[in-house]
């Protein structure tokens, strides 16, 4: 039961900080990406391979990883200067199909279908560390990080340019800059979650990184409510608890709960769409910018 | 000889891509909405065909059934997903999600009826027979041009001399317009969404007779459409139309030197160029921004 | 006609901007130059071309031909935000404030140019950007409505607001699209003040207005456009009294024959 619960407990924590970093592009930068999960196992990659090849050091995993997941969102930043929301969303769906294929196929640096196994107990500095509490710190750290930059100006620059693209560039902001820093930092956050799911799994393959758990950060932002600090993090609970409770109902064969999942996650979106664009979290003016 | 053989694989997946991205253009066009779920009319198109040929009946009900349920779901979603939503300012984003849910439920209840990976309808009409030496042409290639060519056709027809095709064409400049000259707007979005998911059926069977369906084909439809759309230039049917093709042939060329895996990152990679260096697409004028 | 040079030079002025679209020449060939502390009103009929010269000064379109200087320094090709940050500032006719943001928010983000994650000049600095927000929403009479959301206010407040964050900005140059259209008179009392204390302060003016009242009132000069060209200049009363730009404004035009003559950059 301990154990359950703690793994539960890294679980949040890491998709935590997967739909803290989702929502700040989405929520402030109305920059709507269905390709975090790809970022999330760049992170991972990295963060295994570190492991592997050189210590399981986790602070040095999680630099590394977010080093590359943040230098790589450069592939969603460039698109996302070039075009308005609809194709930007396109071209995020189309990196997603594509960095899975990249990932099946690239057996040296990923391991192909079957992954990368083994990957070491994670170590601070040379001790072992358990990954919850380093997991807990980081999600702190970034949700701290996100609720700063978002309160401060750099979300009010980010929110002029969802709301009036052309007026914040008329006012001076360097639009392109922006849009690039915020994917920049929001897809590190999402290495660094790779890094530490890694590390506490200690086994990764192309499975946790397809568009099926984009689509579930996605809804996790949405269905907490996208521009609010605790939102997403309601939103992760709740759809973490799904499979959990699914598991409760005995006529539901256990090959086919992935399925009810993601219908059910499908409905909610939907559904919360129709009548409550704010999420559960959230004032019913978000959500619904004309950009 | 393979670059021949490519080529014809390539003309018979253009025709596809090329319906099923003017369906999305048509709409898109009409109606100004970002139909996210246009791969999941192919998707439900494609396996109520299917169901069809496993129940043994008859290939015209087959074909009948496939554009029923694209039709009807192109309209239902205007009806019950878009209208709400537009009716309190829904965002571009909110359209969306809205749509990417019901895209999520609909493949996931396709996995759990229908059993998930590839399914075909294998019929005489996909075997090919040798036409020139190590040249093969299947019968199905010939329909897929014919009917390609026959909806294009009847489309122009419709949207040049028909009343309700002018009208669907003005309702993008100007829904006030056709207001005043007595045609309801949204009997006309209704109408653009019947006719543009209308056209993923076809596509959507004759991909169920060649590549095979799985229940997760609608995103790559979508990339698809999206992809031909933005390449066509935004806003020209004929465009996308023609994109559709090109990206068609494109994905099947490329099989000379990449493995199949490969062949939807062409498309992305037609796409990834076209969004960076000509956001306005080959026939467009206004730019993406 | 062009801007004197040295000493004295125009903050603002462009020569032979032009600009078409397709085979319409929407702008052919504007010089003009914005005095310091004046106001320049640009007057012309409808697809004159009075915007699409804005965004030719802005960087928001690409000039086919000519060259614009912002005190000397040529601004050709450079973009938006970059010819903003030398001191250019703009609204919009359809005026796209930043509506889901507090009245506040939307004066502060003016006075932040950075798109870095923090801005430069630490604390002293965030203190001199705050208070020019409150001084500029003192000066546009939103004060009261600080916390109110921009999607909230009212016609004549949404315009003010659009005017507070070109006044926050602290720009020398300010280009307005019909900033007064639709405003009341109380209103447009208002404004008029705003745009004396801006001019007295040097600020170069050039608004667009159609309302020739409001144009008689406020300006100290008139570039009268038509047909992508500027046809006169001059002060308001003899602008505004000439029976022939009064025809074409009023659009009983005797065609022109120079009409295609410059399609060629």
Redo the contacts between chains.
């Keep these: 039961m301990i154990a359950y619960l703690s793994n539960l407990a890294t679980q949040v924590a890491i998709f935590g900080i997967l739909a803290a970093t989702l929502n700040f592009i989405l929520g402030y930068a109305g920059i709507f990406s269905i390709a975090h999960a790809v970022f999330f196992g760049l992170g991972a990659y990295a963060g295994a391979q570190i492991a592997l090849l050189l210590v399981p050091d986790v602070v040095l995993a999680c630099i590394v990883a977010a080093a590359i997941a943040g230098g790589l969102s450069l592939c969603l930043a460039l698109p996302a200067l070039r075009v308005r929301g609809e194709y930007f969303v396109a071209a995020s769906l189309g990196l997603q199909m594509v960095a899975v294929t990249l990932f099946s196929e690239l057996k040296p640096l990923t391991g192909g279908i079957g992954g990368l196994v083994g990957i070491p107990l994670p170590t601070l500095f040379g001790v072992p560390v358990g990954v919850l509490p380093v997991a807990l710190a980081a999600l702190a750290l970034i949700l701290l990080a996100t609720a700063l930059l978002a309160r401060g100006s750099f979300g009010r620059t980010l929110t002029a340019i969802r709301d009036a693209e052309s007026a914040a560039e008329a006012l001076g902001k360097n639009v392109a800059a922006a849009k690039t820093l915020a994917v920049g930092f929001a897809c590190a956050g999402a290495g660094v979650a790779g890094a530490l799911y890694a590390l506490h799994t200690s086994f990764v393959n192309v499975e946790s990184f397809t568009m099926d758990y984009s689509v579930l950060m996605m809804a996790m932002v949405i269905i907490g409510g996208t521009g609010t600090l605790w939102g997403p993090l309601i939103g992760t609970v709740l759809l973490l608890s799904l499979p959990a409770a699914l598991a409760f109902l005995p006529f539901l064969p256990a090959t086919e709960v992935g399925a009810v999942q993601q219908i059910i996650i499908g409905l909610a979106m939907t559904l919360l769409m129709i009548f409550r664009p704010a999420g559960l979290v959230g004032d019913l003016s978000r959500g619904q910018t004309t950009a | 000889m393979l670059f021949l053989q490519l080529l014809i694989n390539g003309l018979q997946t253009g025709a596809i891509y090329a319906l099923t991205a003017a369906g999305f253009a048509l709409i898109f066009g009409a109606t100004r909405i970002f139909h996210f779920a246009h791969g999941t009319a192919f998707t439900l198109a494609g396996y109520a065909f299917l169901f069809a040929w496993r129940a043994d009946w008859p290939g015209w009900a087959g074909v009948l059934v496939a554009v029923a349920a694209a039709t009807l779901f192109g309209m239902a979603m205007e009806r019950f997903v878009y209208r709400p939503i537009q009716r309190h300012e829904g965002s571009f984003f909110t359209v969306f999600v809205a749509a990417f849910g019901v895209g999520i439920v609909v493949q996931n209840l396709i996995g759990l009826l229908a059993g998930r990976g590839l399914a075909t309808v294998d019929t005489s009409l996909s075997f090919g027979t040798e036409v020139l030496p190590e040249i093969f042409v299947a019968p199905i290639l010939w329909i897929a041009i014919g009917t390609a060519a026959v909806l294009f056709a009847a489309l122009t027809v419709f949207l040049t001399r028909s009343h309700a095709g002018v009208a669907l064409r003005a309702l993008a400049q100007n829904p006030d317009l056709i207001r005043t000259y007595g045609l309801s707007a949204n009997g006309l979005s209704v109408l653009a969404f019947a006719i543009g998911s209308a056209l993923a059926a076809p596509a959507a069977i004759i991909t169920a007779m060649t590549s095979g369906l799985n229940e997760a084909i609608g995103h790559q439809v979508m990339l698809i459409s999206i992809a031909a759309t933005i390449v066509g230039g935004i806003g020209s049917l004929r465009g996308a139309a023609l994109a559709g093709l090109m990206l068609g042939v494109a994905e099947s060329l490329a099989l000379q030197f990449v493995d199949t895996q490969w062949a939807e990152a062409v498309s992305f990679l037609v796409l990834f160029a076209f969004i960076l260096f000509r956001p306005s697409g080959i026939f467009g004028v206004a730019a993406a921004r | 006609m062009s801007a004197a040079r040295g000493n004295n030079e125009a903050p603002l002025r462009c020569e032979g901007l032009a600009r078409s679209f ?1 085979g319409l020449q929407a702008v052919a060939g504007v010089s003009l130059a914005l005095p310091a502390g004046q106001v320049t009103a640009l007057v012309g009929p409808n697809g004159a071309g009075k915007t699409t010269l804005f965004n030719l000064i ?1 960087g ?1 379109l690409r000039a086919d031909a000519g060259t614009a200087w912002v005190r000397g320094q040529p601004i050709t090709g450079l ?3 970059q010819v ?2 030398l001191g250019v ?2 609204s ?1 006719q359809d005026l ?6 507090t009245v506040r ?2 004066v ?3 006075t ?8 430069p000049g630490g604390a002293a600095g965030r203190k001199r950007r705050q208070a020019a927000a409150e001084a500029a929403l003192e000066a546009t009479g939103l004060a009261s409505l600080a916390d109110a ?1 921009a ?1 909230d206010l009212a016609y004549a407040e949404r315009k003010f607001l659009s005017l507070a ?1 070109i006044l926050a ?1 602290e720009a020398e140059i300010w280009l307005l699209d019909e900033p007064a259209s639709g405003l009341d008179l109380a209103s447009r009392m208002r404004f008029a003040d705003l745009l004396r204390s801006a001019t007295r302060r040097g600020v170069a003016i050039c608004l667009i207005e159609h309302n020739l009242d409001v144009v008689a009132e406020l300006s100290d000069r008139i570039a009268f456009l038509d047909q992508g060209r500027v046809i006169a200049e001059g002060d308001p009363q003899s602008i505004l009294r000439d029976p022939a730009l009064a025809a074409i404004y009023f659009g009983d035009r005797h065609e022109p024959a120079s009409a295609a003559a410059e399609t060629e950059a």
């Design positions: 397709g802005t928001n973009k938006p935000w903003a940050r500032a703009r919009f796209r404030l930043f509506t889901h943001m928010d939307n502060l983000a003016a932040e140019r950075s798109a870095w994650f923090w801005q959301r999607i964050r900005a």
